[in-house]
């Protein structure tokens, strides 16, 4: 049987769809009675409220009104659970039978229990802080508890009401998260649970065996300190996660979201292919304001995949391409899901240098999925929708958009740092009326035209939307967006701040825009806009609490992980056993961990994933490339774990965004999988490359300068011609069908141009090896800005087999005779060797040597120093790949039949 003669499977209704998305982001449950209802909304429009509160408000009122309080992070974390366990009992179903029309008893108690014992954490959380925190759980006499009487002998003389609370608080944290996000996470964190408490036995490996920790211990930690439930997965979901939810939420209430996938369909619509690549743009659009795959996709796919079945794509291939699209919507800043925010804290950046890290491979990444759409139009004979257009226009015409808004934006800085310079008193307020004035002049243009309607994909005659019409209609959405940018970019504020900031111009956005367009418009009906407004607004403030439900127990489930392993020695010594695996291959080690992450995302969403396994991993990557001689940045290994756990969405058999876009295509979900996956390569591509040339991340490439912006551009040029290569290699097509040995040659040429410095390597040696004796006189001759390598060479501390590490050393303006001192290094040079002893403690390298034993028999030792050598340019193989890829073209035009773009 064809592919076209494949039985489809059923499509959903949109009712179908709407409760697919709630199961998954916001709870299934939706209760008829009118007062619970009522609850549950009220209670995720106060969280919202909350969020906002603590991200703004109290500290600037706290300033003039003496009762106002400041609450710190210790208060606002467990609240921040507590809204969350609530509403998960209630919006969550316990099972697919359970009932989803009203809310059993017992999903009743286990609400108030579960947010009870999350609030007892706020609640007593000075009491909390100095007994629990501090090693000493509160005590109580069995006797003075009633009814305890009859067990004294049971449960013996004193209880811990700490221990008990904080007991109940983790089965129902991994309950919620087994009802939010399926059983994985409550699996994997209920096994390293186990696995601190018992420490051995025959299924842990002697490797990260221990002694075992005690129960109080354990509860202590995961629920009673700062470390586990409490830690700083859930400190990212509180400070700066809800905030861009909700401001997505907000967004998409607005019409944003709509005026997005008109937008795309008006660019790229009449393209060959056009509503494939108008899925891939709104889809990225709408992932910058949702950060749910699931909802992405049937947001954006119940108009996309239609159009795209009707120009000629099959059901599996028009639902991938949505998912490619829609999941790639997690890689693209600034939101990232919740990564973005996660990696702040865990790699110790600022939140700009990982927007830096993660735009050209998420642009790239975007770029090559709209070319292999084109590729598939040409290959299957896909015609345009309407009058067709070219490929290279639209890409030049976005090109120049980005340079002109550049160059505002630029002017907009200019124009108020001169009104600081001027009136620096009165500067905030004319900025503000200036914003206002700019809204008002938006909606002034936007009230000319008729409200954007939503088209439905299913009617005889498609019009496609016409930007000169569509563009006008929702300038004043791209106001919050700019108001986000402005903050985190301009004046450098922490993005919690930048975010509330953006959700308040939102707030007025949304609440303002029906009643001044009625205005404008002349209606009359200014009331009743206003009063929709408000409802919108409320609309949005219950939505964004709901979207969070997930990602809070997410956050709060995973804590268990990290709790874990800083507490035992399995994040220590898992870099052991996965060497050991891996055969001491830093290449084999990153599949290991490419198929770790994709494993264990089979089971749980995105955020979590990276938590889990850039807690277990990430060190790993960076500790066995420093053996091997390679320099892995470690935000390089966070964004590898991160890009291979985005693909938890695709893989089948799990993939839920595969099966929500077959929900609406009718495809075959496992097939739609495949297919997805495929489309995905390029994806899973890319992080290989970053660690083995980590400029694609623009890491250690300075913005500030324009040699650095220029190096940057050079690099996004290069880095997208040879993702685009990639992709047709994987496609094979390019001008033509490619037949095997020209996709292979098309590949070499993409690798060649990712990672040139692979073939110099094989031709030049990157360093002179000079001997560790001449360590000291290398440092004095180096010159300021130049870097050296270390090799160190000793007795590991925990297992005495000899281990090796390569140090960096930046040298910099110090004076010459300083610089041995600086570096806390004790040199022990001996007749033909140079000796370590134990570097000084909070010097550069006391960390980085902390695992090597200098009190053991055998000796560590400054095997080699490394001076960078001068050597050809690498760009020079540019020249023979691009030579390469001139024989393909020339053997493909032989064959080609239509244009190539």
């Given amino acids: 049987m064809s592919t076209a003669q494949k039985p489809e499977t059923r499509q959903f209704s949109d009712e179908e769809l709407q409760d697919l998305v709630a199961s998954t982001d916001s709870g299934g449950r939706n209760p008829k009675n009118r007062g619970v209802a009522l609850l549950i909304a009220t209670v995720a429009f106060l969280w919202s409220g909350f969020q906002i509160w603590i991200a703004d408000p109290q500290f600037s009122l706290a300033q003039h009104i003496p009762y106002v309080r400041v609450i710190g992070s210790d208060m606002t974390r467990p609240m921040h659970l507590t809204f969350a366990l609530f509403l998960a009992f209630l919006a969550y179903p316990a099972f697919k039978s359970s009932p989803r029309s009203y809310i059993p008893l017992y ?14 954490v706020f609640w007593f959380s000075r009491e909390i802080s100095g007994s629990a925190r501090q090693g000493r759980l509160t005590q109580v006499p069995t006797a003075d508890v009633p009814i305890l009487n009859n067990f004294e002998g049971l449960i013996g003389p004193t209880i811990f009401p700490q221990v008990i609370v904080g007991t109940i608080g983790l089965v129902l944290l991994l309950e919620a998260s087994r009802r939010a996000l399926g059983p994985a996470l409550t699996i994997v964190g209920s096994i390293f649970l186990a696995y601190s408490y018992f420490g051995q036995g025959w299924l842990i490996p002697d490797l990260i065996a221990h002694e075992g920790r005690s129960f109080n211990g354990i509860i202590n930690t995961q629920w009673l300190s700062t470390e586990g439930v409490f830690g700083i997965p859930l400190g990212v979901s509180t400070a700066f996660v809800f905030l861009f939810v909700l401001f997505g939420a907000l ?11 008109k937008l795309a369909f008006a660019g790229l619509g009449h393209l060959r292919g056009g509503p494939a690549k108008a899925a891939v743009v709104g889809s990225g659009a709408t992932g910058l304001i949702s950060g749910s795959s699931i909802a992405n996709v049937v947001t954006t796919g119940t108009f996309t995949i239609p159009l795209m079945k009707r120009v000629g794509f099959t059901s599996e291939k028009a639902g991938a391409v949505e998912v490619s699209s829609s999941v790639n919507g997690q890689i693209m800043p600034p ?41 598939e139009a040409l290959k299957n004979g896909i015609p345009a929708l309407g009058t067709g257009a070219n490929l290279l226009t639209m890409f030049l015409k976005t090109a120049v958009g980005f340079v002109v808004a550049g160059a505002g934006f630029y002017g907009v800085i200019a124009g108020v740092g001169l ?27 936007a009230a000319q035209r008729p409200d954007l309607e939503l088209d439905d994909p299913k009617a005889k005659e498609i019009k496609l939307p016409v930007m000169r019409e569509v563009f006008p209609t929702g300038l004043h959405y791209l106001l919050p967006i700019v108001v986000l940018i402005w903050f985190l970019m301009v004046e450098r504020q922490s993005p919690a701040k930048s975010a509330y900031f953006a959700v308040m111009t939102m707030l007025f956005i949304i609440l303002t825009q029906r009643p001044l367009k009625s205005l404008l418009r002349g209606q009359g009906d200014f009331i009743e806009q206003f009063r929709l407004g408000v409802a919108d607004l409320i609309d949005g403030m219950i939505a964004g609490a ?4 997930g990602i809070a127990v997410a956050t709060g489930a995973a804590g268990i992980i990290v709790a874990t392993v800083t507490r035992t020695p399995i994040g220590t010594e898992l870099a052991g056993l996965v060497e050991m695996l891996a055969l001491g291959n830093l290449f084999l080690m990153l599949l290991l961990v490419g198929l770790f992450s994709l494993i264990l995302g089979l089971g ?29 940045p470690l935000i390089a290994a966070h964004l590898f774990v991160f890009y291979f756990g985005l693909m938890a969405d695709v893989t089948p058999p799990v993939g839920l965004a595969s099966f929500a876009a077959s929900a609406v295509s009718g495809g075959d979900p496992i097939r ?4 997805a996956f495929f489309y995905s390569l390029r994806t899973l591509a890319l992080p290989f490359l970053f660690i083995y040339n980590p400029t694609l991340i623009l890491y250690g490439v300075d913005l500030g300068t324009t040699t650095g912006l220029l190096q940057a551009a050079f690099i996004f040029v290069i880095a997208t011609f040879a993702m685009l290569l990639f992709a047709a290699a994987t496609q094979g097509y390019f001008l033509a069908r490619s037949r095997l040995h020209e996709s292979a040659a098309l590949l070499l040429v993409a690798f060649t141009l990712f990672v040139p410095n692979f073939w110099l390597d094989r031709v030049q040696p990157e360093f002179n090896r000079l001997s560790g004796l001449q360590f000291e006189e290398v440092l004095e001759q180096a010159e300021a800005g130049d870097q050296l390598r270390l090799e160190v060479i000793g007795p590991d501390f925990n297992t005495g087999a000899s281990r090796s590490v390569t140090l960096v050393l930046d040298v910099d303006d110090t004076p010459a005779e300083q610089r041995v001192s600086d570096t806390g290094l004790f040199l022990m040079p001996e007749s033909d060797r140079m000796v370590l002893e134990e570097p000084m403690f909070g010097s550069p390298f006391q960390r980085a040597l902390g695992d090597f034993d200098f009190y053991g028999s055998e000796q560590v030792e400054l095997t080699a120093v490394l001076r960078p050598a001068d050597r050809m340019p690498e760009q020079l193989f540019y020249i023979p ?15 080609q039949t239509q244009p190539a773009f």
């Fill in 546 to 549: 709901r979207n969070m439900i």
């Fill in 107 to 120: 999903d009743w108690v286990l609400a108030f229990v579960a947010a009870g014992s999350a609030f007892y």
């Fill in 335 to 375: 939101v990232m899901g919740a990564a973005a925010f996660l990696m702040v804290e865990f790699v110790g950046i600022s939140y700009l240098e990982v927007i830096k890290h993660a735009f050209i491979p998420a642009v790239i990444s975007y770029i090559a999925l709209i070319y292999i759409v084109h590729l």
């Fill in 251 to 261: 967004l998409d209430k607005a019409g944003a979201g709509n005026y997005f996938i």
């Fill in 604 to 632: 749980l969403p995105t955020t979590a994933n990276y938590i889990v396994v850039s807690s277990l991993m990430a060190t790993v990557v960076v500790s066995l490339g420093a053996q091997e001689g390679l320099i892995v």
């Fill in 881 to 895: 790949a691009l030579l390469l890829l001139l024989g393909v073209i020339l053997l493909q035009r032989r064959r």
């Fill in 672 to 675: 739609t999988g495949f297919q």
């Fill in 419 to 445: 009104l600081r310079e001027v009136v620096p008193g009165i500067s905030n307020l004319l900025t503000l009326l200036a914003l206002l004035g700019v809204y008002l002049g938006c909606l002034f243009v």
